[in-house]
């Protein structure tokens, strides 16, 4: 099981057998943990984060299989072997194991997402039964998952929206039952990856690609204002279309135009905490020529209007 330490800026406020509640506070900002012991070795996180960075410290017992998912917002960190990694807006991330420490930066001050962790040690006898319950060999399915390479960044979809996104709108008082339910759902749906994750996670770059990547990716940072085509774009580093789709989202876990839309995001949250420009001035320095659209997409990235964040900041 996996347990957040309690210290000056994680506050237990809340703690039964099968439910706690965090409250995060720091010099940044403040946030919610919520943390429900569904069985034995499964638990299910709730983040829901207004800050800009926070450390966390674990108790871990055990071999563990953590499931991240970003409703809304952002997350960065740098992994055991500092290798940054990021949680975009419905992402979804595959980790092995929660260190004892550390510390989060969320660039547009705005996190809410779900874990759904499994410790293996714990949980596979429980597991093994609700799923013999409804037909299904739960021990085939964990040796269709085991192989898989890990950390796996899984980008958005429709099946990864389907499976979280009832879960942000549960009532508190019918979680526990119907997590139950998710998890089942969750299992069948990462047993299916297998041939599509070890793709993903073990094709390597060609060398000639690498500083392609890198140079598209500077292309996209330092254009945000424009809207330039994939034509455009693979003209520029000289690859094709098709070539130069497959490997960005190899190097960067993310489809181009939606790594440059979180982009311009983030640069939106930089330029609205700098307070220089107001908000049409900042729509348009990061490719919006409607002020409408630009509240509407960042709404939908930080859950809040560019106006709220502003004075929340």
Not at 208 to 234: A, C, F, V
Not at 238 to 248: A, G, H, L, V
Request: charged share 20%; glycine share 4%.
């Amino acid at each position: 099981m996996i347990r957040p330490v309690p210290d000056r800026n994680l506050i237990q406020i809340q703690n039964t057998d099968f439910f706690s509640h965090y409250m995060l506070q720091n010099k940044t900002g403040t946030g919610h943990l919520l943390v429900y012991n569904v069985l034995p070795g499964l638990q299910v996180f709730y983040s829901n984060f207004h800050l800009k960075e926070f450390t966390f410290n674990f108790e871990n017992q055990g071999k563990s299989l953590i499931v991240l998912h970003c409703h809304n917002g952002s997350s960065e960190w740098l992994d055991s072997n500092s290798s940054p990694r990021s949680m975009e807006e419905n992402g979804l991330l595959l980790l092995d194991q929660m260190p004892a420490s550390r510390t989060y930066q969320f660039p547009v001050h705005c996190y809410h997402g779900i874990a759904v962790i499994f410790s293996m040690d714990r949980c596979q006898s429980e597991l093994m039964n609700m799923f013999k319950a409804v037909g299904v060999d739960f021990a085939a399915l964990i040796q269709k998952i085991q192989p898989l390479t890990l950390p796996l960044k899984l980008p958005s979809s429709e099946h990864v929206s389907h499976i979280f996104s009832e879960l942000y709108r549960l009532p508190k008082n019918i979680r526990l039952p119907y997590f139950k339910i998710k998890v089942l759902e969750l299992i069948l749906f990462l047993s299916r990856l297998d041939s599509e994750a070890k793709y993903e996670t073990a094709a390597k770059i060609p060398g000639q690609y690498k500083g392609k990547m890198e140079l598209l990716r500077e292309i996209l940072r330092e254009n945000i204002e424009d809207h330039l085509t994939l034509e455009q774009l693979s003209k520029q580093i000289e690859m094709s279309p098709t070539q130069m789709k497959k490997y960005f989202k190899l190097a960067y876990g993310d489809s181009i135009y939606s790594y440059l839309k979180t982009y311009r995001m983030k640069k939106a949250t930089q330029l609205l905490l700098d307070g220089k420009l107001n908000i049409a001035e900042i729509a348009g320095r990061v490719g919006y020529t409607n002020s409408s659209k630009f509240a509407q997409a960042f709404k939908e990235f930080t859950g809040q209007s560019p106006k709220e964040f502003r004075n929340k900041a």
